[in-house]
T-cell receptor
Framework: AQKITQTQPGMFVQEKEAVTLDCTYDTSDQSYGLFWYKQPSSGEMIFLIYQGSYDEQNATEGRYSLNFQKARKSANLVISASQLGDSAMYFCAMREGTGGSTGNQFYFGTGTSLTVIP | EPEVTQTPSHQVTQMGQEVILRCVPISNHLYFYWYRQILGQKVEFLVSFYNNEISEKSEIFDDQFSVERPDGSNFTLKIRSTKLEDSAMYFC???????????FGSGTRLTVV
């Protein structure tokens, strides 16, 4: 089974509107971390937001928030007040186990291409 | 803000040649990683490195690949006898410890011709 599933290959949003990018995950670990990365056309990977499995509150970072629904195993990214510069690929990722362990590879989803329309 | 630096940004090599991709992680980071992304596809884990040894590697990371931290600052990925299907963006990443996300480098785009 896929560890991370992103079902929206492409999304469009009007500038200044909010948009939700979906992400579901699969793990049997009790301790894990969920991450969102932005990849603009230049190719770099930019860390956006993190949610730990034990965090009770949804993570927020500026215009980004993570809608964490543990029972549903979903970790959707919400971008409020979209800007033209938000047009990019967005990857959801998960790391299983605690951060103190060695290794701890990330599992990435296939990404969602977001286009912000003026 | 500290960065992970990767060089070169783009490398073209002939099939069968060896390439070395270079990364300078953030100086106090302890864990180092290589990922690759074939054009239009998802990011795939290659290898993690901690305490001067490989701690985890994927099926992709076969005998064709090797990593090294030769001098305490650089972290290199060597690909021997490159194949066309090795063409991809290769990302280096590092982290200090704990549960935070990695810091990724800006990537090296490898093109094998």
């Amino acid at each position: 089974a896929q560890k991370i599933t992103q079902t929206q290959p492409g999304m469009f949003v009007q500038e200044k509107e909010a948009v939700t990018l979906d992400c579901t995950y699969d793990t049997s670990d009790q301790s894990y971390g969920l991450f969102w990365y932005k990849q603009p056309s230049s190719g770099e990977m930019i860390f956006l937001i993190y949610q730990g499995s034990y965090d009770e509150q949804n993570a927020t970072e500026g215009r980004y928030s993570l809608n964490f629904q543990k029972a549903r195993k979903s970790a959707n990214l919400v971008i409020s007040a979209s800007q033209l510069g938000d047009s990019a690929m967005y990857f959801c990722a998960m790391r299983e186990g605690t951060g103190g362990s060695t290794g701890n590879q990330f599992y990435f989803g296939t990404g969602t291409s977001l286009t912000v329309i003026p | 803000e500290p960065e992970v630096t990767q060089t070169p940004s783009h490398q073209v090599t002939q099939m069968g040649q060896e390439v070395i991709l270079r990364c300078v992680p953030i100086s106090n980071h302890l864990y180092f990683y290589w990922y690759r992304q074939i054009l239009g596809q998802k990011v795939e884990f290659l290898v993690s490195f901690y305490n001067n040894e490989i701690s985890e590697k994927s099926e992709i990371f076969d005998d064709q690949f090797s990593v090294e931290r030769p001098d305490g600052s650089n972290f290199t990925l060597k690909i021997r006898s490159t194949k066309l299907e090795d063409s991809a963006m290769y990302f280096c990443a590092s982290k200090f410890a704990g549960i935070d996300g990695y810091t990724f480098g800006s990537g090296t785009r490898l093109t094998v011709v």
